[in-house]
């Protein structure tokens, strides 16, 4: 299946008004860095594994250490996010 210029251009013009004309160079800058990154990844799938990650160091403790299970911790934040939807929303009054 081949693409003729007028196919090419229409494309462009669906794309164009999908996205608009605002976001088409992020689009396409985030597009190149893909592909860039891809490229790197094919050469040496090694070498780029262990120059993408960024090391993550813990924050040192304030005081005392606290230690939580997972579903305790996610109960806390769900309790808070709840807290933070009911203090957004306007009185109904």
């Not at 608009?20 to 592909?35: D, E, N, T, W």
């Not at 960024?54 to 807290?83: F, H, N, Q, Y």
Request: proline share 8%; no cysteine; glycine share 6%.
């Amino acid at each position: 299946m081949n693409f003729g210029p007028t196919e090419l251009i229409i494309v462009l013009l669906i794309i164009l008004l999908l996205f608009g004309g605002a976001k088409l160079p992020k689009l396409a800058r985030s597009l190149g860095q893909a592909q860039k990154e891809f490229k790197q990844g094919m050469d040496d799938p090694d070498k780029a594994d262990k120059t993408e990650k960024p090391e993550v160091t813990a924050a040192k403790p304030a005081g005392e250490t606290v230690t939580m299970s997972k579903a305790d911790l996610e109960a806390l934040i769900a309790e808070r996010e709840a807290k933070a939807r009911d203090d957004a929303r306007p009185p109904a009054d």
